[in-house]
Structure formats: structure tokens, C-alpha cells
């Protein structure tokens, strides 16, 4: 029990219309309703919209109202400041004049640009932060950054502005998606990089990584800052990662219990280097990944916040 109090379990996103499909949610469950009753079962969740829009800070006022005390909220950073092809339309209004593109019409990331945008994202989260319920801020990069093209220097102005300067700085997740990164000779170089910063590495579960992809990440358990260890858990199945067309289809991995035991020896040996352990669910196909959550919890010792059937009056 002692080892598993520091470990938080959750889900990539509380919204998938999977959950809903597969009927996670009770049926006839408002979507508004959703959330509060998601925050019945677990204690942190990763927001997903963020990576599409920047968050406003009236849905995150909302947010957390509706959820308890301790209810902590790990949200993604926009597409744009992780790097991958955005068009203008990801980005709000009054930011869309002037802006450089490419040929086929992706935004180009200026110095500039990514601290204007880097500063509204975090403006959007005010709520959660000023009322305690911003856990982390995860940075995960286009499998297009790599060694052989990039530098992890370029991202220290942009890892700097996302910490800030309070005390403590926020806490900043970096996961890195070509596996180039990790390998024996990068290794490293890339864990004493965000040491120094006081970034956490992801730790990833996926495919074997047998080298035949660049995009199938090792699975490095490296703490890299003491505060907080981040185990990302995307399925075991090469071929759907590789050629799935939805998030549904790429994700489409149920757990077993040997594999979620050994998911269980990951977090504990993490939790006995970092302060608090988040582990987060992105096997997003059916209720693939809050059912693999709630399982993993039990195997923690750690009981869901409630236990019951919503009331009729609130599925309204």
C-alpha cells in the first residue's frame, strides 16, 4: 500500500466517443455529466483537447468545479509547440494575419510565435493552476523530431517558459516519439539534458521495440525530475500502431493481467525515485483503457473515489 500512495491512475482524455460507444458511461449519461462522474472513479486525468485548440480558461474554471479536491488535470500542449504540421485554423483568430507557412500551408514555429502561444495556452489554465489542479504540462513531440535533424537545445526556451518561475515551476513532461532519442549512444546525452532542466521523460508501454520503426519508443524508465515520474501506456500491438488510421485503431489493445502486473512493477520501482507517479491510459478503443485503469488500481490496493449508479436526475 506504502509503495502504490504516491501513484496516480488515469485515462488520455475523459471524452473519447469510444467510452461512450463501448458503454463505460452509464447510458443516457449527459456529456456534461461526464466528467464529474469519470472524477468518481479516478483522481487525475490528461487533457487531450488541448493539443487542438488552446484551453479556455472558462471550460478549465469549469473543469474545476466539477471536479473534488485533489482532482489533478496533466494537459497536452497544442500541436503547434510540439512541433507538428498546423494549419492556421488550430490557432485562435487574431493570431492567423501575417503568419509564415509552408508550401502545403502548415504554420511555420517562429521564436516569436511559439512564446505568444506558449503564454495563452498557459493564460487558458489559469484556473487549474491557481485552484491546485494542474498537475503537469505533457510536450509530445512529431516522431519528425529527431537527432538527425534537431537539436533538444531548441526546445529549452519553450521547456524554460512552460516551467516558469514560480516556485516550485510547474511540472513539464517531454515525451519523445523517434526512438533515436533513447538509443545507446543519444541516451545519455537526452536524460542529462532534462535532468539539468528538470523536465520528466515519458516512460512509454508499446510495441516491442525491435528496431524495425522509428516511431516504437524503448521503454526507459529514467527520472529525470525527482517530482514526478510519467508512465504513458499506448497497447502492445505493432501492427495497429503502425497502420491504424484513427486513434481508436491504433490504440487497440486490452491489457492483461500479466501485462498490467508488470505495468505494476514499473510504477512502483518509479515511485521509489520520484515524488508522485502518474500513469496514464491511452489505449483508447472501447473501454479498453478506463476499464485497464480501474483494473490497475485494484492491483494498487487503491479503491475508487465512489461506487455508485448516477441518480436519475443527473443524467439529465
Avoid at 468518481?40 to 472558462?58: K, T
Avoid at 492556421?88 to 521564436?111: C, S
Avoid at 484513427?246 to 512502483?268: C, S
Wanted: charge should be neutral.
Amino acid at each position: 500500500m506504502a509503495a502504490s500512495a504516491n501513484i496516480r491512475v488515469g485515462t488520455a482524455s475523459w471524452s473519447e466517443p469510444e467510452f461512450v460507444k463501448a458503454g463505460w458511461y452509464p447510458a443516457g449519461l449527459a456529456a456534461g455529466k461526464r466528467l464529474p462522474f469519470y472524477a468518481l472513479h479516478f483522481d487525475m486525468v490528461e487533457l487531450n483537447s488541448s493539443f487542438y485548440a488552446l484551453p479556455a480558461a472558462r471550460l478549465c474554471a469549469k473543469w474545476v468545479d466539477e471536479t473534488p479536491d485533489g482532482f489533478l488535470f496533466d494537459v497536452k500542449c497544442h500541436r503547434l509547440l510540439s512541433r507538428h504540421a498546423t494549419k492556421a485554423e488550430a490557432l485562435p483568430q487574431d493570431l492567423r494575419n501575417d503568419l509564415e507557412e509552408t508550401d502545403r500551408g502548415n504554420v511555420i514555429l517562429t521564436p516569436a510565435l511559439e512564446e505568444e502561444v506558449a503564454g495563452r495556452f498557459l493564460e487558458g489554465l489559469e484556473p487549474l493552476e491557481r485552484m491546485g489542479k494542474l498537475g503537469a504540462l505533457l510536450l509530445q513531440m512529431t516522431p519528425g523530431f529527431a537527432p538527425r535533424f534537431s537539436d533538444l537545445t531548441a526546445l529549452e526556451p519553450l521547456l524554460r517558459r512552460l516551467r516558469g518561475t514560480g516556485k516550485p515551476p510547474r511540472r513539464v513532461v517531454l515525451e519523445l516519439r523517434h526512438h533515436d532519442w533513447l538509443d545507446d549512444h543519444q541516451r545519455e546525452q537526452t536524460t542529462s539534458f532534462l535532468r539539468d532542466l528538470g523536465v520528466t521523460l515519458a516512460s512509454v508501454d508499446g510495441p516491442p521495440a525491435d528496431g524495425k520503426h522509428f516511431t516504437i519508443m524503448p521503454s526507459v524508465d529514467e527520472v529525470t525530475d525527482s517530482r514526478l515520474a510519467y508512465l504513458r501506456l499506448h497497447g502492445r500491438d505493432a501492427k495497429a500502431y503502425l497502420t491504424g488510421k484513427t486513434v481508436a485503431e491504433r490504440f487497440d489493445y486490452n491489457y492483461n493481467d500479466r501485462e498490467l502486473d508488470e505495468i505494476v512493477g514499473r510504477a512502483k520501482r518509479l515511485a521509489g525515485q520520484a515524488d508522485e507517479v502518474h500513469v496514464v491510459f491511452n489505449n483508447n478503443s472501447r473501454d479498453y483503457a478506463p476499464k485497464a485503469a480501474e483494473r490497475l488500481r485494484r492491483k494498487l490496493g487503491q479503491e475508487a473515489r465512489a461506487h455508485r449508479t448516477p441518480k436519475q436526475s443527473e443524467l439529465l
